[in-house]
């Protein structure tokens, strides 16, 4: 069935740095990717988006980048800070009669001091 | 504000006793879902509902009951609630236009059945 691959499963990143997460998924007719920041305690929130015909989105420190050739899409967070720790999850998702969205299992990002 | 409510916050029963988890949004959103948290496995969908009176079965059904009377309100039903539905539950919506549209989650429902 369709799958969602995300990696790594924790990140400890210094802070200022960078942090990179990546996603794989299955099925190519996906046609919308999400990441959602959950903070501990709280609910998921979106923080940036992509769609089938964009190659690259950025705002601000965050950037995400797609490839659907090879049907994986990445989270780029630059200039890491605290308030970045959390964690992070990706989305496919197909919107067509049957709309169905599925999650990475979640990437633990930990910024060191 | 637009927001989703979700109630209880917190629930703990005993196995076999029905319980109902509300969800209710304000932003007119044709299409919700309910999804449970366990560790290690991320978010997994139980049902969604494309609007009113339509509802499909996500990636883990069973034991939930959903329906969808009304476009603000999605409730989720645990008619005989085991051990192993111990979770964190959201509920979400979103307007599905065009390509898609993120989901608005709700602040979650810890359940814990014993």
């Known amino acids: 069935g369709e799958n969602v691959e995300q990696h790594p499963s924790t990140l400890s990143v210094q802070e200022g740095d960078s942090a990179v997460i990546k996603c794989t998924y299955s099925d190519s007719a996906s046609n919308y990717f999400p990441w959602y920041k959950q903070e501990l305690g709280k609910r998921p929130q979106l923080i940036i988006d992509?769609?089938?015909?964009?190659g690259e989105k950025k705002d601000q420190r965050i950037a995400v980048t797609l490839n659907k050739t090879a049907k994986h899409f990445s989270l780029h967070i630059t200039e890491t800070q605290p308030e970045d720790s959390a964690v992070y999850f990706c989305a496919a998702t197909l919107y067509s009669s049957a709309s169905k969205i599925i999650f990475g299992s979640g990437t633990r990002l930990s910024i060191r001091p | 504000e637009a927001q989703v409510t979700q109630n209880p916050r917190y629930l703990i029963t005993v196995t076999g006793k029905k319980l109902t988890v509300t969800c209710s949004q304000n932003m007119n959103h044709e299409y919700m879902s309910w999804y449970r948290q366990d560790p290690g496995l991320g978010l997994r969908q139980i049902y969604y509902s494309m609007n009113v009176e339509v509802t499909d079965k996500g990636d883990v059904p069973e034991g939930y009951k959903v329906s969808r009377k009304e476009k603000r309100n999605f409730p989720l039903i645990l008619e005989s609630p085991s051990p192993n539905q111990t979770s964190l539950y959201f509920c979400a919506s979103s307007s599905h236009e065009g390509l898609g549209s993120p989901l608005h989650f709700g602040n979650g429902t810890r359940l814990t059945v014993t």
């Open positions: 992509i769609r089938s015909n964009v």
